[in-house]
């Protein structure tokens, strides 16, 4: 059965073609028509009102969507949920991620995200670790009794098969530099995060393999005039990629404004940070045992201490165009193309091109609201997903 997507304003991930047509077909985009071009016949027709058709959202750090926690639910069911939550907001590529927990509940869900990709579940790509090889100075959320150096069982986790894309996030400072480019070279997407390291420290850690930072400037040695620290030595390097939250509280946005005029284009890539409350009507989550309240947008302990976000990749998409000033197309484009090349998959998604992944996302370019997404061509309303 094949599907035509037509009268779309096309964002292809690269630029603005004006309005087209495409043609899915067995999950893939097999063809991109011009408005005065002969179309297909199709089995399925779907007019889509002139809308901006662009191709979906891919989130490499989601703890959490739909109500559930990664750390508190390792099973196929929950990561259903969690990816629900997020379609709705134009996510088609989701990372799970766990934050640093004890073994057990780390293969229970390196288990889970197994099993969910054997069972072929939209929109689930691999599992992110975010810890626990961190450095307690810059612990923010996670629980400092359970960070451990990178031993055998970890790496026995991090490196195991079926688990799709793998990002690991550690403290540089706190791993030997041989382990870290064992892992490198493993395949895993070694993330520099929760760090109290030196610039050398990083340029160590780059030379053994290192490939991003995680949610930049937050839980990291920060840059001064005489020590560049972790910031420095991440706005400085022209071939990682970094991860940031554009939600108003994690960054002022001219610090963040800062750090995407450092790096190169294509090097800075959008996350959520979320926690189990986005996509959730209940702004209310746990972790570690701890209740966590989500306030206009804000996830954090009593004590202030920022944990995770309630922040959706549309939000950020928005945010980054009308709080920073960034141009639309670039604003998507580190929504999608960036987080696609960080991730090795930049040949099968982030781009709405013939043989590449149906996964789209179709926006108001007005409101900046998602109205449709599809994964691997099949199309889901997001006012029935918010149902």
């Not at 923010?140 to 990178?150: A, E, K, N, S, Y």
């Not at 940070?273 to 209740?291: I, Q």
């Amino acid at each position: 059965m094949n599907r035509l997507l037509r009268n779309a304003t096309l964002f292809d991930g690269t630029a603005t073609l004006g309005r087209r047509s495409v043609l899915i077909e067995d999950g893939r985009i097999a063809g991109i028509f011009a408005a005065d071009q002969d179309l297909p016949q199709a089995d399925i027709v779907e007019d889509l009102g002139g809308l901006l058709l662009a191709p979906g959202f891919i989130d490499t750090q989601v703890n959490g969507g739909g109500g559930v926690m990664l750390n508190s639910e390792q099973s196929v069911d929950g990561l259903s949920a969690m990816v629900a939550g997020h379609r709705r907001y134009g996510t088609t590529t989701l990372i799970a991620t766990m934050v640093t927990d004890t073994l057990d509940v780390m293969r229970a869900a390196a288990d889970a995200v197994r099993a969910g990709l054997q069972a072929g579940l939209p929109g689930l790509r691999g599992i992110h670790f975010e810890g626990p090889c961190f450095n307690p100075l810059r612990k923010g959320v996670h629980r400092p009794d359970l960070f451990r150096p990178l031993d055998d069982d970890l790496m026995k986790i991090y490196t195991g098969a079926g688990l799709g894309a793998v990002i690991v996030t550690l403290a540089p400072e706190q791993v030997d530099t041989a382990r870290l480019a064992e892992l490198a070279e493993a395949g895993v997407n070694v993330s520099a995060g929760h760090t109290g390291g030196s610039y050398e420290d990083i340029e160590a850690a780059l030379a053994a393999g290192l490939r991003g930072f995680t949610h930049i400037y937050n839980a990291m040695t920060p840059m001064t005039g005489r020590e560049p620290g972790v910031v420095g030595a991440a706005l400085n390097d022209t071939n990682t990629w970094c991860g940031i939250i554009i939600d108003g509280y994690h960054l002022h946005d001219a610090t963040a404004l800062a750090a995407i005029h450092s790096k190169p284009r294509g090097k800075m890539m959008l996350v959520t940070d979320a926690m189990a409350t986005v996509g959730a009507r209940d702004k209310r989550f746990s972790l570690y045992g701890h209740e966590i309240r989500a306030i206009d947008g804000r996830c954090a302990l009593p004590d202030g201490t920022l944990a995770g976000s309630d922040l959706d990749m549309m939000g950020a998409v928005r945010n980054t165009h009308r709080r920073l000033g960034i141009p639309l197309e670039e604003a998507l484009r580190m929504a999608s193309l960036y987080p696609a090349a960080f991730l090795r998959l930049d040949d099968r998604i982030g781009r709405i091109r013939p043989g590449f992944d149906a996964d789209m996302v179709l926006i108001d370019p007005e409101s900046l609201e998602v109205r449709r997404t599809w994964i691997a061509g099949e199309g889901e309303d997001a006012q029935r997903l918010a149902a």
